[in-house]
Structures are given as structure tokens and as C-alpha cells.
């Protein structure tokens, strides 16, 4: 009797030449439907922007926008926490729900081995700032683990253009975006993306995938926009950009002269009259007076002199004829010109980003200038903590796959550790044992 041979979900029937599968009644009964967005770049990804420069026109605007910079290193710091933690729910006789922290070999290792916490320090970055991450997973000699994690530069990653299923096989990688290469594997790198047909459970077919992690927003079909793009697009960060540059150029070129002095035109000739004085040592003399006017008039010491000038009568013009005159001269430019200007950019992008200005050291908009009390500070920082939940489930993700492709116990669960600003002054480290960021989880 021919032997049957049993392998995973699947059964060899040698004399009946069949196969058999089990048939679920949990099995999906179809497949969501698909539609394929319109590209007609000829390349083999799809363009991110018009230009394909997307990224690297964000970072250009930003790197001259120091509000906005801090505003988003803001939102990655509270978002990150005091970082990632691996934990088990355990539930007491009393029904008290604790967290363990998980101390499994395996996964300890996991995290030391990839430096899983400084790592999604930049995955956290890229969501927050372009709405879109990327993932390099590297498996074992045997397909069946992960083994190694690396984060992307987000700016240097492109999409494929997707298949005839809507699906995107390929994440292309590139530092070199803005020489519009060919790709070639050396200037720009292809890797394929996880796809869940390649899998069966046990291994996958591929060595190496990427793993897109975004933001989602609608009615984008590749690369994701985050929210505060808004104030690019309706150029309040230009604004706010534009006011510095503009401010410098009008103190480089502006001539500031504080004095007009009038001299009669003939006061040298008759102070120093031919031949009594040559025309060099008159010269001479106007020299010396001059000094000794600028001296009289320059510094702080020098506020307040009396200024005294003879007026001589002209017998010809039976007249007294005016002598030596200073005029003070206004400044007309305004020091404060175009700053509301730039207060309200500053606000539009605080506004978009989800900052607020309290917890980046500026006043409220549209209020006087200030970086506002401790108890505001704590306040909108545990607001800004409490809308994290669902940024977080998106950088979270990742872990869960992970978990799930190499196997570990379902019940461990991943989240970020909060720093803890809500004690009271008599409970600052400084006066007691505790700390100020005890773990919270």
C-alpha cells in the first residue's frame, strides 16, 4: 500500500493522484476590489511630486524654518517617549492588570542586536514629517525569521508604479534623485515589498523586502501628504521664510546717517582768511574741525551737549546770515516692519504641525510674546501625549508584523514608555527620591 505523505495544511494521495486541502468556512468568499490610479511618467516608479523631488523640496523649505523644524522634533520626542517596550498583561487574583516587561532571550536579542529604539527614532521622523517610512527587513539563512531591521531614508525612497493586481512590487532607493537616474542597482537600488503570496507561514521566498509604514491620506494612491503641508501649499511657510531674507537685505543696503550738518559755504575762507592761511593748511583746519565735530557727536558720553554757533552780519544784505546748523534725522525705517507678518506664519505652521507654542518656547499667536507658565507647558504637552494614539499604532505596526512573522507569543503587546511631567514642585527629583519621568506604560 502506496504510503500517504502529509505535509503541513497539505495530503499526497499517491494511488488516487490527488491532492487535498483543507477547505475552511472562515475562508474569505472574495477579494476587495482595486482600481489603478493614472501615471504616466515613463519610469518605472511613480513620481513623488511633479518633479520627483517631493521630499527634498519639503527639506529645503524646512531647513530654513526653525519653528517648524522644532515643532516636528516636538512631535517625534513626545511621540517616542523614553522609548519602545516590549510587555506581557498579566491579570492578578484580584483582577488587576499588570505589564511585564518582556525578557524572552530571543527577543531581547532582537532589540540589542538592531537597536530597535534608535532605529524607529528615525521611523518616527519620517511618518511625522512626509506622512511615509520605509522598512528594510533582512531574513535568516533559513527564510523563515527576521533577522535584521534598518530604517530608510524616506527622501530617497520611491514606489513602483503597481501591477496588474494594484499592487506595488517594488520599493526603488536612490541618493541621486535630482540627476533623474536609470534604474541601474548602483545609483539607484531596487528592493522588492513585502507581498503576503510569497509567504506560506513558514518561509518566504525573497531574502530581503521593504515595508511601507505611512500616515494614510486619502486620495493619494503611493506617497502619502502629511497634514501640515497645508502651510506649503498655501504659502504661509514661504512667508515665513521670505520675512528673514528680506529683513537682512533691507539692513545690508539701508544707509543709516543720524546728523545732517550745514556749513556756510564760505565760513573756512573767512575763519581762515588769504594769506594768512594757505589753501593746504585751510584744508589742514577743515580737517580739524571736522574731527572735532564727529568727535563731539559720536558716542553715548556725548548725549545731551550743548551746540554752539556764531551767526555773522552781513552788512550787504543788512542781515544776519546763518551759521553753522545739525539737523536730527528721523529714521524711517520702521525696526518692526513685517514682523507680525512673520508671528502670523509662525502661528499657521504651529497650527498645522499640532504644536503647541508654549512647548517650543513661543508665545501664543495672535498674544504677547512669551514661553508661558509651567502649568501650560504640562497641560499641552499631555494633550498633544493623548492625541498620539493613533500616530503611534502606525509606527507600532511594524513590531507586530515582526512579532508574527518570526513567531514570538501573540500575547506580547509593544508600546512607547511616556515621560511623566504631572508631578507638583514638592515632588521634583531635586527634593525627593522620585524621579520626574517615572515609567508609565
Known sequence: ???????????ILPGAKAIVSPSLASADSGKPKTVQPLDQSPSEWSNWGESNQFPQEVLAELTKNSVALRALDKRKRVHFGRG???YREKT???????????TDPEIVEFFRLNQINLLWVDLIMGLETFANSWLEFILNKGKDKINRVFVKDPAYCRLSKMDASSRIPFMYYSAQWENNPSFDNVLVARLPMFNPELYDGAKYKDPQF??????RSFNKSYYHLPLWNSVRANKWMNIANSVPVLKAAIMKNQMTIKYHIQIPDDYFTSRFPSPDFTKEQREAKRVEV???MNAFLADVENSGKA???YAFYSKVKQDYLTGWKIEVIQNKLDNAAYLPDSQAANSEILFAIGVDPCLIGAGLPGGKMGAGSGSDKREAYWMLNADMGTDRSVSLSP???IRDFNKWDPAIQFDYVTVDTSQTQNEHPTKTAKRIDKTQS
Open 1 to 11: 500500500m502506496e504510503r500517504i505523505i502529509i505535509s503541513g495544511n497539505y495530503a
Open 290 to 292: 571736522l574731527t572735532d
Open 84 to 86: 519602545l517596550i516590549a
Open 92 to 102: 492578578d487574583a484580584n483582577g488587576e492588570i499588570t505589564k511585564e516587561t518582556v
Open 307 to 309: 551746540f554752539i554757533s
Open 210 to 215: 521593504a515595508y511601507h509604514v505611512y500616515y
Open 399 to 401: 513590531l507586530y508584523f
